[in-house]
């Protein structure tokens, strides 16, 4: 599991290009047969990505978080973005197919990835915050997921978000995700941007052409920053930086977050005359 380590928004604004992409952006999460975690300290937050072929893949990562397991004092959230997959969580048997999510509470001492088709494996991924209490295992079928139609053509940000795990979705401690869809010929995921000071967010962009690409934009209002990002790459967001983009097509991306509390709607807009 690789570690990443925290920054202040004084000295990010002396970053170079090739440390904005060392320090916020994730670019191989999803390699065949393996499964890898990147660590970060913005709220002890973890993100990973596993492609299992022809054994399950574990949700294991050693000794490096120093508990006898790893959901002992965490809980995870799954998205899956590839061809159908299975998740194993003790005797249970959770399918998932594209899109498809499952929540995993506190205290699950064994947990397995699986691919139905070795030949389309499943690409799981999966986020993780503290825990402090344990709540039930449950799927979240997107086909069942209450969408929420925002923005539109002229804005260029016609999208539908789909919100998994919240207060009134599948219950966790602290962590929430879903993921947000844009319409052909829309590219703005959120426009004005926000923060949200009392928690965390990263964003994983897919459904990207090769040749297609995000410009997540990133950093305090004032001082905004971007990454160039590829399909099915990462991005850490502080909870001191704005967390946007424009793509060059449409795509879908997962949002996911921790931290203080636990309210979706908390969020400080900023004004378009405020960003520069």
Known sequence: MEIRHTTNPTDFKYYTTERIRNDFLIENLFVEGESKFVYTHYDRFIIGGAVPIDTPLELDVGDQLKTNYFLERREVGVINIGGPGVVKVETEEYVLDKKDGLYIGLGNKNVTFHSVDPQQPARFYIVSSHASKRYPTEKIDITKAEPARLGSNEESNKRTIYKYIHADGARSCQLMMGLTILEPNNMWNTMPAHLH????????????????????????????????????????????????????????????????????????????????
Request: charged share 25%.
């Open 197 to 276: 000071d009392r928690r965390m967010e990263a964003y994983l962009y897919f459904d990207l052409e090769d040749t297609a690409r995000v410009f997540h934009l990133m950093g305090e209002p004032q001082e905004t920053r971007h990454i160039v990002v590829k399909n099915e790459q990462a991005i850490i967001s502080p909870s001191w930086s704005i967390h946007s983009g424009v793509g060059t097509s449409n795509y879908t991306f997962i949002w996911a977050m921790a931290g203080e509390n636990y309210t979706f709607a908390d969020m400080d807009v900023v004004e378009m005359d405020d960003l520069k």
